[in-house]
Nanobody, 125 residues
């Protein structure tokens, strides 16, 4: 069992930055791919990045150049650095964990076994 706790959300003006953190319980953190998703009201949950390892990360084109994912295995923590924030980035942000050996698209929420409770990010114009 893995428990995930996000933090770092809040209210920020457009153009600002936030760094979200997600701390995982357990001693096998390094064997999990750690993803970030977001969900705005009335919309589906959207993939915004993943860290497979400290050196292997990926963010989709929709946030590339603004969002980066990193992790610190010693701290069981994955980060989502968000720069140049826009009002349309407003959403609840979730981290999620999937075993690295698991197959299936990292865009698909069904391929993640554990989820955090989410943290609200609000970007004002």
């Amino acid at each position: 069992q893995v428990q995930l706790v996000e933090s770092g959300g809040g209210l920020v003006q457009a153009g600002g930055s936030l760094r979200l953190s997600c701390v995982a319980s357990g001693r096998t953190f390094s064997s999990y791919g750690m993803g970030w998703f977001r969900q705005a009201p009335g919309k589906e949950r959207e993939f915004v990045g993943i860290s497979w390892s400290r050196a292997s990360t990926y963010v989709p084109d929709s946030v590339k150049g603004r969002f980066t994912v990193s992790r610190d295995n010693a701290k069981n923590t994955v980060y989502l650095q968000m720069n140049s924030l826009k009002p349309e980035d407003t959403a609840v942000y979730y981290c999620a964990a999937r075993r690295s050996v698991r197959s299936g698209s990292h865009y698909d929420i069904a391929n993640y076994e554990y989820w955090g409770q989410g943290t609200q990010v609000t970007v004002s114009s």
